[in-house]
């Protein structure tokens, strides 16, 4: 082979590595994944540093969701092409490293291991081959058959912890990556939630936070056969569980039985995540999402005739190819209409391997930031107002820690709702993790602040 198309060789002993460096990005369920790969590791001898300079081993765990998220982890390995790149391995695992698979190592020669979030219970074998000598190690396999779960995870919150219950998704959303990034949908057993669960309880865990690309779309894999619904019931029942949270719900499999368990139990959270995505039913065609506005709306009354508030949250994309401004207007009546407590909107990419790369009408860039900016102000205003509602109520919320800068202490409500507080006679202890009563003094559209009762 002519030398100058050898591929680069790296002088790197991967039996001394006993370093790692993680960086994630993207969504809780990302967050979780490296929970799992954190514990993989730690149980393999390896130590967690928290700089990429002080470790011989850097992960970085992509989200392909979005191009922006995409290209930071491009930008990331940039940094360590050359001097500062030697005498350290490198692996891209995720969504980015499913999507572009073996290509990552053209764009990154320094890359030594890509893998995907099915394989990540296969990482102590795909070290051995490392340590074997092997510079281009893949993990790529979306083998249904296969478990999504790892027998260690390493919780960096002591007091709130994630459960994936179902993997992937079947859906095939005209804009999304998911169904190529992580497969076809996989849900656990109901025997191994709950087992998961209440060993987390008797830990010490009180949140748990159920995740899954569609949650709402769990089907027990297991002998009972349980629903979502169920199977969220029985998580909010066990002994020293005392907030159960949710996301992401798709709308097509939402039913009314999840508002019910909410109305029965209070250990399950009264907040919602459903993104609509769009308030235009073309423009929800086009997105191949499955579900029209009035049936999104019909969700949404179900959650508004619940006998407590339930606070609702959503996503909505501008700028889908072919969105006129009469689309646009209608997801702007939406907002006004559902009142969201807050919303995550973001401007139309295109992403690899989605049917819109397809579309031929794409919107000018600009075009998308004008009604991204549009969008947001509106959601601005709804949310000042309907925080400022909020003043003078009572709030338990959970400690979450505590800002310096403000004197604050920082808690969530029930409903999802950041709350920060003081204390009327603060005693310098630490109360993180715990329960407060919390009456609310003043709002903002993101947060609200007040003082604690005790």
């Known amino acids: 082979m002519p030398a100058s198309k050898a591929r ?23 967050v979780h994944d490296s929970e799992k790969v954190i514990g993989t590791l730690l149980s393999q001898g390896y130590r967690q540093v928290g700089a990429p300079e002080d470790a011989e081993l850097i992960l970085y765990n992509t989200c392909s969701i979005r191009d922006k998220a995409e290209q930071k982890v491009f930008s990331r390995l940039q940094q ?18 499913q999507q572009e698979g073996e290509r990552i190592f053209e764009k990154a020669p320094h890359v030594s291991l890509v893998a995907g979030s ?3 219970n ?31 995870a390493r919780r960096d919150n002591p007091h709130r912890a994630y459960i994936t219950i ?11 990556v998911v169904p190529f990034t992580r497969g076809p949908e996989r849900s656990r057993t109901s025997e191994s939630v709950l087992k998961e ?18 949650v709402n779309s769990y089907r027990d894999s297991g002998s009972r056969g349980w629903d979502f619904a169920r199977l969220l019931r029985e998580v909010g029942n066990l002994a020293g569980i005392r907030r159960v949270r949710f996301t992401t719900s798709h709308p097509r499999d939402f039913v009314r039985d999840i508002v019910l368990a909410i109305d029965e139990n209070p250990a399950l959270c009264n907040h919602v995540h459903l993104p609509v995505q769009s308030g235009s039913t073309a423009v929800l065609d086009r997105m191949q999402r499955l579900y029209t506005r009035d049936l999104y709306l019909r969700c949404i009354e179900w959650m508004k005739s619940a006998r407590r508030p339930i606070a609702i949250t959503t996503d909505i994309i501008v700028g889908f190819p072919g969105e006129t401004e009469a689309d646009f207007e209608q997801t702007l009546d939406l907002i006004d209409e559902v009142q969201y407590d807050s919303i995550f909107s ?27 900016a549009v969008l947001q102000e509106r959601q601005r205003q709804i949310q000042i107002r309907n925080n400022a509602r909020l003043v003078g ?62």
Not at 10 to 29: D, L, N, W
Not at 166 to 176: L, R, T, W
Not at 346 to 354: A, D, G, L
Request: include cysteine; aromatic fraction near 10%.
């Open 118 to 120: 099915a394989s990540y």
């Open 166 to 176: 179902i993997e992937g998704c079947d859906k095939s959303c005209a804009y999304c």
């Open 393 to 454: 109520e009572v709030k338990e919320v959970m400690v979450e820690g505590f800002n310096k800068a403000t004197g604050q202490w920082i808690g969530r409500t029930c409903e999802n709702k950041t709350l920060n507080f003081i204390r009327p006679q603060e005693s310098g202890e630490n109360i993180v993790g715990e329960y407060r009563d919390v009456r609310v003094t003043r709002s903002g559209p993101n947060s609200l602040a007040g003082e604690s009762l005790r």
């Open 197 to 214: 669960a209440g060993e987390l309880a008797a830990m010490g865990y009180t949140e748990i936070q159920l995740l899954g690309q569609n």
């Open 80 to 97: 360590f092409r050359k001097d500062a790149g030697k005498g350290k391995v490198f692996a891209v695992i995720g969504c980015v490293a």
């Open 8 to 30: 680069p060789t790296f002088a790197v002993t991967i039996r001394s590595v006993k370093t790692f460096y993680i960086e994630t990005f993207g969504c809780q369920m990302n």
């Open 346 to 372: 973001f401007k139309y990419s295109k992403r690899p391997n989605t049917p819109a790369l397809r579309y031929e009408d794409h919107i000018p860039e600009e075009e998308k930031s004008r009604r991204l």
């Open 122 to 152: 296969h990482l102590p074998q795909m070290l051995i081959q490392l340590e074997a000598g092997d510079r281009r190690v893949t993990g790529l396999s979306l083998d249904t058959e296969d478990t999504f779960e790892t027998p260690f």
